[in-house]
């Protein structure tokens, strides 16, 4: 079983910056896909983000130019670093993870709010 523990989420004003983080621990996983999806309210949860293994990434039209994934492989971590936050970013991010045979696993979410 894998955990996924996000941290980073809070309060930004329009224009500001947020940076989430996702640490992955467990036995025995390997890791083929991370990434974020986020769900705002009266909405349906959606990609934010994502990177392969091999350091492909995907991002929503709506966050290209602002926000950025990275992985540090050798600390199982995932980053997202947003950037000119709007308020429409307002959502419970949530952290996603394929293993190595194609289960997915999720974390319980972080709150971003954007607002002056």
């Known amino acids: 079983q894998v955990q996924l523990v996000e941290s980073g989420g809070g309060l930004a004003q329009p224009g500001g910056s947020l940076r989430l983080s996702c640490a992955a621990s467990?036995?025995?996983?390997?890791?083929?896909?991370m990434g974020w999806y986020r769900q705002a309210p009266g909405k349906e949860r959606e990609l934010v983000a994502r990177i392969s293994i091999i350091g492909s990434t995907t991002y929503a039209d709506s966050v290209k130019g602002r926000f950025t994934i990275s992985r540090d492989s050798g600390k199982n971590t995932v980053y997202l670093q947003m950037n000119n936050l709007a308020p429409e970013d307002t959502a419970v991010y949530y952290c996603w993870l394929v293993d190595g045979v194609g289960s997915s696993q999720w974390g319980k979410g972080t709150l971003v709010t954007v607002s002056s």
């Open positions: 467990g036995s025995r996983f390997t890791i083929n896909t």
